[in-house]
């Protein structure tokens, strides 16, 4: 088993910078990719962007030029860096693991919000 713990969030005014982290404990070595979605109050949860093992990235066009995701290999943590943030970027941010054998963690979530 995957444990997350998300860490970072915060309050922010727009067009700030918030650096959210993700540190994995467990089983790391069976983790494929790890991924960073968001929920908003009344909203589905979405995908906002992932790294596989390999460092490939992929972002959802919303936070396209905006945000960035990296992670640390010996920490085992991922980041997500988000800059120019607007009051829509707030929501619940989650990371989320893709695993061998079709398994997926969640962790509890860490809040951001983006308000003068």
């Known amino acids: 088993q995957v444990q997350l713990v998300e860490s970072g969030g915060g309050l922010v005014q727009p067009g700030g910078s918030l650096r959210l982290s993700c540190a994995a404990t467990?089983?790391?070595?069976?983790?494929?990719?790890v991924n960073w979605y968001r929920q908003a109050p009344g909203k589905q949860r979405e995908w906002v962007a992932g790294?596989?093992?390999?460092?490939?990235?992929d972002y959802a066009d919303f936070v396209k030029g905006r945000f960035t995701i990296s992670r640390d290999n010996i920490k085992n943590i991922v980041y997500l860096q988000m800059n120019s943030l607007k009051s829509e970027d707030t929501a619940v941010y989650y990371c989320?693991?893709?695993?061998?054998?079709?398994?997926?963690?969640w962790g509890q979530g860490t809040q951001v919000t983006v308000s003068s």
């Open positions: 989320n693991t893709d695993e061998k054998r079709g398994l997926r963690s």
């Open positions: 467990g089983s790391v070595f069976n983790i494929n990719a």
């Open positions: 790294i596989t093992k390999t460092s490939d990235t």
